[in-house]
Nanobody, 126 residues
Framework: QVQLVESGVGLVQAGGSLRLSCAASGRSFSVYGMGWFRQASGKDREFVATMHWSGANTLYADSVKGRFTISKDSDKNTVYLQMNSPKPEDTAVYYC???????????????????WGQGTQVTVSS
């Protein structure tokens, strides 16, 4: 049984920084792409960032490009989302997700991800 558990500071001031973590158990993600998505209140879940299973390349939503960084520690089976200079509009529940297909190129669509974490609330105050 695959389990993804997110963690990280929930409240941050605009212009600050925080790091979200996602620990995976039940399956090594060394051959699976990992992604971060977010869902603001009343809105659809949207893509934030994804990393190729090899770690060779990453993709970001335009809204976070240059501010957020996705990374992973394969030894710890953990993926991270470093959020620098967050803005109030980044306030949302953040989810990590595991691609459903191994060895695939990075995916932006949420329906390409089979396993999801429970989500962690991030609130950015102005």
């Amino acid at each position: 049984q695959v389990q993804l558990v997110e963690s990280g500071v929930g409240l941050v001031q605009a212009g600050g920084s925080l790091r979200l973590s996602c620990a995976a158990s039940g399956r090594s993600f060394s051959v699976y792409g990992m992604g971060w998505f977010r869902q603001a209140s009343g809105k659809d879940r949207e893509f934030v960032a994804t990393m190729h299973w090899s770690g060779a390349n990453t993709l970001y939503a335009d809204s976070v490009k240059g501010r957020f960084t996705i990374s992973k520690d394969s030894d710890k089976n953990t993926v991270y989302l470093q959020m620098n200079s967050p803005k109030p509009e980044d306030t949302a529940v953040y989810y990590c997700a595991l691609d459903s297909v191994p060895y695939r190129s990075p995916q932006l669509e949420k329906d390409k991800y089979r396993f999801w974490g429970q989500g962690t609330q991030v609130t950015v105050s102005s």
